[in-house]
């Protein structure tokens, strides 16, 4: 029944997972774990007011949670995290959203005044639905944690609930599985290396490129597609790992195996802003003793755009400092603006597939491709097209004149090196 004659307690954390895991053993009936994190109000009191004004703001938030849940049949709460509580209500799903919806309102309108400071903490709750499913508490927290970081992403005042039958996750909990494997792939070098020919389609002589591409060598054999890892990588903060790990071991092979293909390796937001990836990259180059020209590396212009300030450093050090080639891909999706392509001093712009499957049924898409081609060769630029797959799309790319073609057209990935075997 309702918390109405007793206080509720706020437990540490150790004491919080301790009944959490009990409690999702035991329990038979509709309830909810959701966790409820402040933004950044006590940080902005202790900056600007000291340690004592945090605590006195913390005091005051934690006073407004109680008060309000009191009243509701809640189970237990604890501090999971400095600014984040975990909260267990016996409601159901839609009744204990509507609970924490009157919770964030609540926080919304709450002024604290501090010696004449004025302080407006905000709140961002994720819920999961503590289902059978949901018998293991570990998998509670990650589900709940998956909710918190998507409502995130949303801002402020919001509640995300994740409800067992929710795409987000199902995709959440795949990437969770993975991850093991993922960390025990880079460790034990199972990830492996392919690469697809990028071919000269204007008739002139060039030389030879290819991308590098990942794949995961399973234990019976097996070459399985990286697309799942990369994911994975990406949700739980491992592709730097990942575009290191494709780094030392490039490096090794272009070493072992010296030719004159210029290979592209493609690096991923997170590397972008890793403030040490250029001295890795020269290192790696020094130790090697290789010819930087004969490796590009690849930069979404998602990535680029989002991060405009980092990523036009990086690139202008490892074309300038180093002489590393560069490719601008995935040109054209996303939240990329077309106006921006001058500003990115690359050599190469990657025309997304997307545009090159609809290039012949899609009037815009041909537009786009020859914007893209027109823009590169105003600013003596080449451009590579993705995803080539028809003779009848080749001969339209010729006639546009997009200078090289990526696809099961041209050059469908072959092995190029096991890193196990170096």
Do not use: W
């Amino acid at each position: 029944m309702p918390n109405e004659q007793r206080p509720l307690e706020i437990f540490p954390r150790a004491g919080f997972i301790d009944l959490l895991k009990h409690y999702c053993q035991e329990n038979e009936h509709p309830s909810v774990l959701a966790l409820v994190e402040i933004n950044n109000a006590f940080q902005v009191a202790r900056l600007i007011q000291g340690m004592d004004a945090e605590e006195q703001l913390i005091t005051t938030v934690e006073r407004l949670i109680i008060s309000s849940l009191s009243v509701h049949d809640c189970a237990f709460a604890g501090k999971t995290q400095n600014h984040q509580y975990g909260i267990v209500l016996n409601h159901a799903s839609k009744e204990a959203r509507e609970i924490f919806e009157a919770l964030a309102q609540a926080l919304d309108k709450l002024e604290v005044d501090i010696a004449g400071k004025t302080y407006y903490p905000k709140v961002m709750i994720g819920i999961a639905p503590l289902t059978p499913e949901f018998r293991s508490a570990e998998l509670a927290l990650s589900v709940a944690e998956e909710a918190l970081y998507q409502a995130r992403r949303i801002g402020n005042s919001i509640v995300n609930l994740l409800a067992p039958d929710d795409v987000r996750l199902h995709r959440y909990l795949d990437c969770l599985k993975l991850l093991p494997e993922l960390r025990a792939g880079l460790l034990k070098k199972a990830f492996v290396f392919y690469a697809q020919p990028i071919v000269s389609i204007t008739g002139q002589g060039a030389v030879p490129k290819a991308e590098v591409l990942l794949r995961y060598k399973a234990s019976d054999g097996r070459i399985l597609p990286s697309a799942g890892y990369l994911q994975t990588a990406a949700l739980f903060n491992v592709s730097r790992e990942v575009d290191l790990y494709a780094l030392e071991h490039c490096c090794r092979f272009f070493k072992e195996k010296p030719s004159n293909t210029v290979y592209s390796i493609n690096i991923s937001g997170a590397t972008v802003r890793y403030p040490f990836f250029f001295e890795s990259v020269k290192e790696r180059i020094h130790y090697y003793g290789l010819d930087p020209s004969q490796i590009c590396f690849e930069i979404t212009e998602n990535v680029a755009d989002q991060d405009y300030d980092r990523a036009s450093l990086l690139m202008f050090k490892l074309k300038n400092e180093l002489g590393c080639k560069l490719s601008l891909d995935d040109i054209g999706i996303g939240s990329s603006n077309l106006a921006n392509l001058p500003k990115y001093d690359v050599d190469y712009m990657k025309i997304d597939g997307s545009f090159v499957q609809t290039l012949l049924s899609q009037p815009y898409a041909e537009l786009i491709v020859r914007f893209i081609d027109t823009a590169a060769k105003l600013h003596h630029k080449q451009t590579i097209a993705e995803y080539v797959e028809q003779p009848v799309q080749l001969k339209k790319l010729q006639e546009i004149g997009v200078d090289f073609s990526q696809g099961c057209l041209t050059g469908r990935p072959e092995m190029l090196f096991n890193p196990s075997e170096l």
